[in-house]
């Protein structure tokens, strides 16, 4: 079984920049779909964003299109969230999954693996 590990968070005061980073290993992203998925404190969790494997199309969550960029290196099974413009309700743990192909692409929260996750707090 692969393993997914994410890196890039942190404090950022509003209006800033993260770019978090997942480590897939043993994962072939020319077969998987990763995305990431965030969790504020006492919320339900939120999917953010995921990529397809084969046709490489994208999905965001209204709350961040316009503002957050995922992209994928395949060559180094590694996934990146590029965030943009950041809002204090951006704050939360966000974790990277991964999924057969496609992405679930009415929630973007369907994944069969899953990262330890990587805190995002916006704070002034």
């Known amino acids: 079984q692969g393993q997914l590990v994410e890196s890039g968070g942190g404090l950022v005061r509003p209006g800033g920049s993260l770019r978090l980073s997942c480590a897939a290993s043993g994962f072939n992203l020319d077969y998987y779909a990763i995305g990431w998925v965030r969790q504020a404190p006492g919320k339900e969790r939120e999917g953010v964003s995921c990529?397809?494997?084969?046709?490489?199309?994208?999905y965001y969550a209204d709350s961040v299109k316009g503002r957050f960029t995922i992209s994928r290196d395949n060559a180094n099974d590694t996934v990146y969230l590029q965030m943009n413009g950041l809002k204090p309700e951006d704050t939360a743990v966000y974790y990277c999954?991964?999924?057969?192909?496609?992405?679930?692409?009415?929630?973007?929260?369907?994944?069969?693996?899953w990262g330890q996750g990587a805190q995002v707090t916006v704070s002034s």
């Open positions: 990529v397809s494997a084969s046709d490489g199309n994208t």
């Open positions: 999954a991964t999924r057969l192909l496609w992405c679930q692409v009415t929630t973007l929260d369907k994944y069969d693996y």
